[in-house]
């Protein structure tokens, strides 16, 4: 059981450059989360995706796209990377029946140059 | 929209005192709160929550925490600090599944 799994855990961009961020998780969790961490600012929320074939914006999602290709994968995509967008990005997932509690993987910490 | 606040950004003890680490929050409804540690190039990881019920809650490695609904306050405490407490622990709150609010963290370091 290897809970939520994101690829790859560094990556550099250069302005303008696209790419996707992978997240899989093995719970069966319904909801599907995508946050940046940036110091001083906690966690903040990009995109959620509530159920298979559902998504919806956050906190903070201009220059995001998202894809629930199925229930395990939810892929970050950022068309044009921009320096603003560097930080790590961190997925999460929650059962969605019970407490809210959400299970958080490793991160992915992503420059743009 | 809820929010929370942490008190502190930076907290520093000596290995064998005690712990504490401030959280307030604001919500419109009855909350379920929640305290998560992340250590260095690591994700976040759950210590306790609060749904209902019990107001102090006991978590993982040794911390608890009281839900202070007068003070509006979720307050972290450990009653001796380990130099493996040494990371960043995170406050959030949550009214519904799909709106959780961090707080900015606070980075507890733990001296010998």
């Known amino acids: 059981n290897a809970g939520v799994t994101q690829t790859p855990k560094f990556q550099v961009l250069k302005t303008g450059q696209s790419m996707t961020l992978q997240c899989a998780q093995d719970?069966?969790?319904?909801?599907m989360y995508w946050y940046r961490q940036d110091p001083g600012m906690g966690l903040r929320l990009i995109y959620y995706s509530a159920s298979e074939g559902t998504t919806d914006k956050g906190e903070v999602p201009n220059g995001y796209n998202v894809s629930r290709l199925n229930k395990r994968e939810f892929s970050l995509r950022l068309e044009s990377a921009a320096p603003s967008q560097t930080s790590v990005y961190f997925c999460a997932s929650t059962e969605a029946k019970h407490s809210y509690e959400q299970y958080f993987g490793p991160g992915t910490r992503l420059t743009v140059t | 929209a809820q929010s929370v606040t942490q008190l502190g950004s930076h907290v520093s003890v000596s290995e064998g005192a005690l712990v504490l680490l401030r959280c307030n929050y604001s919500?419109?409804?009855?909350?379920?709160l929640f305290w998560y540690v992340q250590y260095p190039n690591q994700g976040l990881q759950l210590l306790l929550k609060y749904t209902t019920g019990a107001t102090l809650v006991k978590g993982i490695n040794g911390f608890e925490a009281e839900f202070k609904k007068s003070e509006t306050s979720f307050h972290l405490t450990k009653p001796s600090a380990h130099m493996s407490d040494a990371a960043e622990y995170f406050c959030?709150?949550?009214?519904?599944?799909?709106?959780?609010?961090f707080g900015a963290g606070t980075r507890l370091t733990v001296k010998p």
């Open positions: 959030a709150v949550s009214i519904n599944n799909n709106d959780m609010r």
């Open positions: 719970m069966n969790h319904n909801s």
């Open positions: 919500s419109s409804v009855p909350p379920y």
